[in-house]
C-alpha cells in the first residue's frame, strides 16, 4: 500500500485492525488534532471492496475509531 496508512478496528467488529490509507499527512492530522485528546484523521475507504469498507463509509463524520 502506497502513502501513509492506519491501523483501524471498527466498532462491533470482532475481526482483526486493518491497514486503511488516509487522505491528510501525519502533519496535517497532528495541526488539526492540536487542541484535542485524539488525532483526527480522514480515512480513505471503498464502499464496494468489502463489507468492513463498506461500514467504515456509513461512519458519520467524528465518528470514534480504535
Not at 496508512?5 to 491528510?24: D, E, N, W, Y
Request: glycine share 10%; aromatic share 2%.
Amino acid at each position: 500500500m502506497a502513502g501513509q496508512g492506519v491501523m483501524l478496528k471498527l466498532p462491533g467488529c470482532s475481526g482483526p485492525t486493518r491497514m486503511h490509507s488516509i487522505a491528510s499527512t501525519p502533519y496535517e492530522s497532528r495541526r488539526d488534532s492540536s487542541l484535542l485528546s485524539a488525532s483526527l484523521i480522514e480515512v480513505v475507504a471503498e464502499r464496494g471492496a468489502s463489507e468492513e469498507d463498506a461500514v467504515l463509509a456509513e461512519l458519520a463524520p467524528g465518528s470514534e475509531l480504535e
